[in-house]
């Protein structure tokens, strides 16, 4: 519901409370979710009204393949709570993630630069 300001309507804005509900208060991933994890739609329909708005709207970005961190900005929740609907997204088989190969648990170096190079830009 809108609210109303000098006569003229404000846009809807999520809610730390909503980001609350729609979770379920959890605020960990059933599995392991990377930040530069990429995530893609497995399907090619849209999901119907018996998905939450934000299931949707993770379904939509991810038709392109995008990362994790990508969607949390995109979508403008906390990194937590995008982690925690991706991960039960991928559980109920609407997304497919693909987690980054780390050797010994080690970094990737590529991975590093690019990030580098990418904060530089900003």
């Known amino acids: 519901m809108a609210s109303w300001h000098n006569g003229e309507a404000e846009p809807e804005r999520s ?6 509900a729609v979770t379920g ?5 059933r599995s392991q979710l990377a930040m530069e994890a990429l995530v893609s739609s497995a399907t090619s329909a849209q999901l119907g009204t018996t998905y939450t708005r934000e299931y949707r709207a993770i379904s939509e970005l991810c038709r392109q ?7 949390s900005a995109l979508l ?47």
């Open 76 to 122: 403008g929740v906390p990194l937590g709570v995008a982690r925690v609907l991706i991960a039960d997204m991928e559980a109920d088989g609407l997304v497919r993630v693909y987690q980054p190969q780390l050797e010994a648990g080690l970094p990737d170096k590529g991975l590093l630069e690019r990030v580098l190079s990418g904060l530089r830009r900003l």
């Open 65 to 71: 393949v995008r990362s994790v961190a990508e969607i």
């Open 15 to 20: 809610s730390l409370v909503r980001m609350y």
């Open 25 to 29: 208060g959890r605020t960990a991933p």
